[in-house]
């Protein structure tokens, strides 16, 4: 268990619709990662935020937008689904500017979406 | 730019044998590199990590890599290959020296273990 929980884990929805996928980070983690797992594309970095900040951006669709709360968990909103973006999402965590393990990124359980 | 390639999209051992996953990176500055386990349905965990430090990483269940900049790899190895070792594996980059920034994945190898 890497501390890092997602909800929901399961998340069948139709095209058009929008979700909302929410993370947790480790205790005293500040940043939030997000990733994109898919058959075809592999392992995509979307976005990062780092103490309610976005640091990063990937290859994140305009349909796509996330936030990173003052309690720093974390939500990813999908709108407009398609089809292909139905995969597993996964949030990460990883310690502040100081900590020894700063580079190290823990990831939560994921999320797995289906949109038919 | 970083980017990470893995060699071979499958391997398949047998229980006791060497397990050998090769990746190779890419990256303009000093790079941090990882390899990180995904067994099914679950999510990444990680098994080690480079940061500059040591370039014989020794990680979790007995895997180790070394970093080896004149031929930038860091390849994955464990004497004796277990069943409980089947999973993918996923070799990762990143720009060292910051607390931010994102992770570059290889398209992961699976590794099959048998009897």
């Known amino acids: 268990d890497s501390g890092v929980t997602q909800t929901p884990k399961h998340l069948i929805t139709a095209t058009g619709q929008r979700v909302t996928l929410r993370c947790s980070p480790r205790?005293?983690?500040?940043?939030v990662y997000w990733y994109q797992q898919s058959l075809d594309q592999g392992l995509q970095f979307l976005i990062q935020?780092?103490?309610?900040?976005?640091?990063a951006k990937g290859n994140i669709l305009e349909r796509f937008s996330a936030q990173q709360f003052p309690d720093l968990h974390s939500e990813l909103n999908l709108s407009s689904l398609e089809l292909g973006d139905s995969a597993l999402y996964f949030c990460?965590?990883?310690?502040?500017?100081?900590?020894?393990?700063?580079?190290?990124?823990?990831f939560g359980p994921g999320t797995r979406l289906t949109v038919l | 730019a970083q980017s990470v390639t893995q060699l071979g999209s499958h391997v398949s051992v047998s229980e006791g044998a060497l397990v050998l996953l090769r990746c190779n990176y890419s990256?303009?500055?000093?790079?941090?590199l990882f390899w990180y386990v995904q067994y099914p349905n679950q999510g990444l965990q990680l098994l080690l990590k480079?940061?500059?430090?040591?370039?014989l990483v020794k990680g979790i269940n007995g895997f180790e890599a070394e970093f080896k900049k004149s031929e930038t790899s860091f390849h994955l190895t464990k004497p004796s290959a277990h069943m409980s070792d089947a999973a993918e594996y996923f070799c990762?980059?990143?720009?060292?020296?910051?607390?931010?920034?994102?992770?570059?994945f290889g398209q992961g190898t699976i590794l099959t273990v048998h009897p």
């Open positions: 990460a965590s990883s310690p502040p500017v100081g900590d020894g393990s700063r580079d190290t990124q823990y």
């Open positions: 205790s005293g983690d500040l940043s």
């Open positions: 935020y780092y103490n309610g900040e976005e640091r």
């Open positions: 990256s303009s500055v000093p790079p941090y």
């Open positions: 480079y940061t500059s430090a040591a370039t």
């Open positions: 990762a980059v990143k720009v060292s020296g910051t607390s931010y920034g994102k992770l570059t």
